[in-house]
């Protein structure tokens, strides 16, 4: 239960947060609130941090967040606890994409690669943003999945791969396989014998096999985004 005053403080809080961005000064909260110091203003703010009402961010001055409103607020009926919340997610969100584009590197994208039937890649000027933690060393570049045959290995198709340069790969691993030196498929690699296996990871796609000669590894398989509508 609330006090009068610390009830008032907090919806002053509120409305400044929500109209200007900002908390407002103890100057203002005192005035606002009738009070003859400051020291009072704090003992309000106390009360309301101890509550779970507000907490004081660190190293910011004048920089107050409403966590929660009482059930009995009645002075703006557009304001609801939900509000609060809504807004604190938004804020969340907004911070997290800060943080993400912060902490990305810009990659090449070269166009849509088959994950059924081969297709030529095709070389674009676009580029996209990616997770700096899901590339390494070494040269990497970004392909968009066209087709569903690598749908059990949870790729999708519109998922967009994460590619880092190579000409070889392990055995089982999903690799960018350039066939007869123009068609080029996202598949699982095999060998078996002489002969290597373009394995799809869905069960309505054959396995095709090649010679040796007729299959260039450019490229294994390090990351996968995906965007949802």
Excluded: W
């Excluded at 941090?49 to 059930?71: H, W």
């Amino acid at each position: 239960m609330l006090t009068k005053r610390q009830y008032q403080l907090l919806m002053l809080i509120e409305k400044k947060l929500r109209e200007d961005g900002v908390s407002p000064s103890f100057d203002e909260m005192k005035d606002a609130i009738g009070l003859k110091s400051k020291s009072g203003i704090h003992r309000l703010i106390s009360g309301l941090e101890e509550r779970g009402f507000i907490r004081r961010l660190p190293n910011r001055a004048r920089a107050l967040e409403v966590l929660r409103l009482p059930d009995n607020q009645t002075d703006d009926p557009a304001l609801s606890a939900k509000t609060v919340v809504d807004r604190q997610t938004t804020r969340s969100f907004t911070r997290l994409s800060e943080n993400l584009v912060a902490n990305s590197v810009e990659l090449p994208r070269y166009g849509k690669i088959a994950a059924g039937t081969p297709i030529e890649a095709l070389r674009s000027n676009e580029t996209v943003a990616v997770p700096a933690n899901m590339v390494g060393n070494g040269e990497h570049y970004a392909l968009t999945v066209a087709g569903d045959s690598m749908i059990e290995a949870g790729i999708l198709d519109g998922d967009t791969v994460i590619i880092r340069r190579a000409d070889s790969v392990e055995n089982g691993e999903i690799a960018v396989a350039l066939v007869d030196g123009c068609e080029v498929t996202l598949k699982r690699i095999r060998r078996k014998g002489n002969s290597i296996m373009l394995v799809p990871c869905n069960q309505a796609y054959e396995t095709r096999i090649y010679s040796p000669e007729r299959i260039t590894i450019q490229g294994k398989l390090v990351g996968l985004m995906r965007n949802y509508d």
